[in-house]
């Protein structure tokens, strides 16, 4: 266990004090606070990696507890959103399924002794989604986007999310033939 693994770690455990600020009661300072939590494990994301690469403490176990810590701390603040009605179910829905289809990838290249790290479009569709859920927070907090706006930028979110499932699995189609 290193620094940036532990850095990793701190996002899934992040994860529980900012989804139950998001959804428990309704209150401006509630979802301010959750932002915060949320920004800081965010964060974790950006400094893990440079630590990592930096120091040559890039590792496989770093590499699995970050794409994981991701999908945590995202899915569950979009479940947060979805219970106070800010996303869409069909959104939500389309992020598990792109997830557990790379996840599934990934798997199967394990199982044939390969790691598949994230990629640009993986790391796009990552901080379209941060973002998304940053201009989320604005709104619960400011009121700042038009519902219509908020939509649209869902939508893109989406598309991108798809095209790097999609992208994912293109090129790793080798691993169901068993090949490396």
Not at 20 to 31: A, D, E, I, M, W
Not at 94 to 116: C, E, H, K, P
Not at 148 to 159: C, D, F, K, P, T
């Amino acid at each position: 266990m290193n620094l940036p693994n532990l850095l990793t770690l701190s996002r899934i455990v992040l994860s529980v004090p900012a989804l139950l600020l998001l959804t428990t009661g309704n209150g401006t300072v509630l979802y301010f606070l959750s932002a915060v939590v949320f920004i800081v494990a965010a964060l974790t994301d950006f400094f893990d990696g440079r630590i990592a690469r930096k120091r040559g403490l890039v590792t496989d176990l770093g590499k699995f507890l970050d794409q994981l810590s991701d999908k945590i701390l995202v899915t569950s603040i979009f479940l947060g959103f979805l219970t106070l009605s800010k996303v869409s179910v069909w959104f939500l829905f389309l992020m598990i399924f792109r997830d557990t289809m790379v996840s599934g990838i990934r798997m199967m290249a394990s199982s044939q002794g390969r790691v598949i790290a994230a990629d640009f479009f993986g790391k796009a569709k990552t901080v379209s989604q941060m973002a998304f859920i940053g201009i989320l927070y604005l709104n619960v907090i400011w009121d700042l986007f038009d519902p219509l706006m908020i939509s649209i930028i869902e939508l893109l979110v989406a598309v991108l999310t798809l095209a790097s499932g999609f992208n994912y699995l293109l090129k790793n189609l080798q691993i169901f033939k068993g090949g490396s």
